[in-house]
T-cell receptor, first 116, second 111 residues
Framework: EAQVTQNPRYLITVTGKKLTVTCSQN?????MSWYRQDPGLGLRQIYY???????DKGDVPEGYKVSRKEKRNFPLILESPSPNQTSLYFC???????????????FGPGTRLLVL | DAKTTQPNSMESNEEEPVHLPCNHS???????IHWYRQLPSQGPEYVIH???SNVNNRMASLAIAEDRKSSTLILHRATLRDAAVYYC????????????FGKGTKLTVNP
């Protein structure tokens, strides 16, 4: 089954304790992205990657890192989490566009993070 | 990105059609109209998209006004599983892959 998986689904941590949220897709997609969703603010893009070893900042990258060493994986790293990073996080993937219509994005189930 | 306007919420009864409107008066000629929805406790999922002509798929239909300044997502027979927030998003051909989500329309389906 074609899917985007995220782990963990729920995480409670404390300020300053490094954590990684994993994202993996089995559709051979080039494009992957991380969003966070907060009440009243909607979904906002954190980082994205157009292909292996190619990453770039989205709208709210502060406090986050990413890496893209393999095509299928795109982990989100919080080196020193703070309470304002408490949020619902979604990973998404899609094929790269070929100059025509934008491609459909597939989202993971989400990771709910609470930073105390 | 061009802006879209949707009602905050709508209600429907099960088995009845639902018409979810979206206004996008500043749409440009290369903007595609995409619809995604987010079911409770899940990630967003693609519903349908179109450019100029009306579109149908297994999930829904998309009716696009002739001047393209508005569109309507049509669920032909709403089920309880269609209760979700529906987002209308404009995406530029050849533009950024980033999805810009607005507040969307929260659809409640009554049994």
């Amino acid at each position: 089954e074609a899917q985007v998986t995220q782990n963990p689904r729920y995480l409670i941590t404390v300020t300053g304790k490094k954590l990684t949220v994993t994202c993996s897709q089995n559709m051979n997609h080039e494009y992957m992205s991380w969003y966070r969703q907060d009440p009243g603010l909607g979904l906002r893009q954190i980082y994205y990657s157009m292909n292996v070893e190619v990453t770039d900042k989205g709208d709210v990258p502060e406090g986050y890192k990413v890496s893209r060493k393999e095509k299928r994986n795109f982990p989100l790293i919080l080196e020193s989490p703070s309470p304002n990073q408490t949020s619902l996080y979604f990973c998404a993937s899609s094929p790269l566009p070929t100059g025509g219509a934008p491609r459909t994005q597939y989202f993971g189930p989400g990771t709910r993070l609470l930073v105390l | 990105d061009a802006k879209t306007t949707q009602p905050n919420s709508m209600e429907s009864n099960e088995e009845e059609p639902v018409h979810l409107p979206c206004n996008h008066s500043t749409i440009s000629g290369t903007d595609y109209i995409h619809w995604y929805r987010q079911l409770p406790s899940q990630g967003p999922e693609y519903v349908i998209h179109g450019l100029t002509s009306n579109v149908n798929n297994r999930m829904a239909s998309l009716a696009i006004a002739e001047d393209r300044k508005s569109s309507t997502l049509i669920l032909h027979r709403a089920t309880l599983r269609d209760a979700a927030v529906y987002y209308c998003i404009l995406r530029v051909q050849g533009g950024s892959e980033k999805l810009v989500f607005g507040k969307g329309t929260k659809l409640t389906v009554n049994p």
